[in-house]
């Protein structure tokens, strides 16, 4: 069965440095999302993106975020100085069309020290 | 502000039992989810609704949804152990919204043999 992977499965940095969190969707999926997950608390939409462009953000995704497809088959996230705040699950997701099933990754946890 | 309001945030239950949890949320909507989340896993899509009046089943869960009331209900039916886990509703922001779901704060389930 089709699934969402994501790398790295958790990945503990220092604050400050940049973090790219890896993802692969669901290989016929047009539309791709990152959500996040503090820990014990409910789960946050960061960025939708479709045809090569954002979609839609959260005031979470601020200018310390970025969003990309670079090869047409990964989809990363990065945050350029990681904060303590950051320090979460982060989701990938991917769909076929808008309005229908959301598939998720397993998550890349994420520890900023 | 699209406010989503789950209730009971935690439950604990006896196997056979039956329970509901409800879902309620702000504003006008007509697509919501249900999905599942195992300690320290991903979430699993259980169930999207899309319409005023749908109900789906799956095994010992059925979901529906009340647009005009803006509730969702997740009713477990002869609960098993295996239930055991956290259950969250999401809600989609509306038309052409890309999945900008905004999520409850999820059901912790503990079900007891």
């Known amino acids: 069965e089709p699934e969402v992977t994501q790398t790295p499965s958790h990945q503990v940095t220092q604050m400050g440095q940049e973090v790219i969190l890896r993802c692969v969707p669901i290989?016929?999926?047009?539309?791709f999302y990152w959500y996040r997950q503090i820990l014990g608390q409910k789960v946050e939409f960061l960025v939708s993106f479709y045809n090569n462009e954002i979609s839609e953000k959260s005031e979470i995704f601020d200018d310390q975020f970025s969003v990309e497809r670079p090869d047409g088959s990964n989809f990363t996230l990065k945050i350029r100085s990681t904060k303590l705040e950051d320090s979460a699950m982060y989701f990938c997701?991917?769909?076929?069309?808008?309005?229908?099933?959301?598939?998720f990754g397993e998550g890349s946890r994420l520890t900023v020290l | 502000e699209l406010k989503v309001e789950q209730n009971p945030l935690f439950l604990s239950m006896q196997e056979g039992k039956n329970y509901t949890i409800y879902c309620n949320y702000s504003t006008t909507s007509d697509r919501l989810y249900w999905y599942r989340q195992d300690p320290g896993k991903s979430l699993e899509s259980l169930f999207v609704?899309?319409?005023n009046g749908a109900v789906k089943q799956e095994g010992r869960l059925m979901a529906s949804l009340d647009t005009k009331a803006r509730l969702s209900t997740l009713h477990i039916t002869a609960a098993v152990h295996d239930l055991s886990a956290t259950y969250f509703c999401a809600v989609d922001m509306g038309e052409d919204s890309n999945y900008q779901l905004i999520w409850g704060a999820g059901t912790k389930l503990i079900i007891k043999p």
């Open positions: 290989s016929n999926h047009l539309y």
């Open positions: 997701a991917s769909s076929s069309t808008s309005g229908r099933e959301l598939f």
């Open positions: 609704l899309l319409s």
